[in-house]
Structure formats: structure tokens, C-alpha cells
Nanobody, 115 residues
Framework: QVQLVESGGGLVQAGGSLRLSCAAS????????MSWYRQAPGKQRELVAT???????NYADSLKGRFTISRDNAKNTVYLQMNSLKPEDTAVYYC?????????WGQGTQVTVSS
């Protein structure tokens, strides 16, 4: 079965950096696009970034230039490098894969940015 396990969240000061990881299993990783979403308290879950199977990346407009998504197909892992973090980046970050019509999610990792 599909499993997505996020790690790397934590507490960081504004201006700092974090790198999130998502280890995937249960499907052919190299053939699937992977995404990161986030959900702040009281807000809807929003798309952060997507990386296709061939490595092309797309980002939410507001995050371009600060966040970088990447993947290591040998490790079945997708990453999210977050730089110049702001308090408004505080959220639970989720890894996602969409297979056919089904969405699969990890358990999420908390990122808290203090001012």
C-alpha cells in the first residue's frame, strides 16, 4: 500500500531554513509526480509545489524563489528546501501523490516559524 512519511519539520526563527523529506513506498515512485501541500491553522490546505516524474517543478506564485522541491528517485524521496522562512509559513506540511483518481497523504510535519 502507498505510504508517505514526512520528516524534517521543527521550530525555526524567521529568516532561517528547513529541509523537509518525504519517503515514499508502495508504488513506482519514478513514474509519479509528487507534491507538497501545507495547512495553516484555520485555513484550507494549499498546494506548495509539485515535481513531475521528469523533474520539472512548479510552485505556488507566492513561494517562488524561497522554496525548492526536488526528488531522489534512487531513494524514493522528495524534498522541500525552504529558505528565508517567514512566520506566515507556519503550517503542517504534507507530502502528496495522486494516482489515477486517488490522493494519498502523509501524516504531515509541523513547521513553526517564530518572529
Amino acid at each position: 500500500q502507498v505510504q508517505l512519511v514526512e520528516s524534517g519539520g521543527g521550530l525555526v526563527q524567521a529568516g532561517g531554513s528547513l529541509r523537509l523529506s518525504c519517503a515514499a513506498s508502495g508504488f513506482i515512485f519514478i513514474l509519479n509526480a509528487m507534491s507538497w501541500y501545507r495547512q495553516a491553522p484555520g485555513k484550507q490546505r494549499e498546494l506548495v509545489a509539485t515535481i513531475t516524474s521528469d523533474g520539472s517543478a512548479n510552485y505556488a506564485d507566492s513561494l517562488k524563489g524561497r522554496f525548492t522541491i526536488s526528488r531522489d528517485n534512487a531513494k524514493n524521496t522528495v524534498y522541500l528546501q525552504m529558505n528565508s522562512l517567514k512566520p506566515e509559513d507556519t503550517a503542517v506540511y504534507y507530502c502528496n501523490v495522486r494516482r489515477v483518481v486517488n490522493d494519498y497523504w502523509g501524516q504531515g510535519t509541523q513547521v513553526t516559524v517564530s518572529s
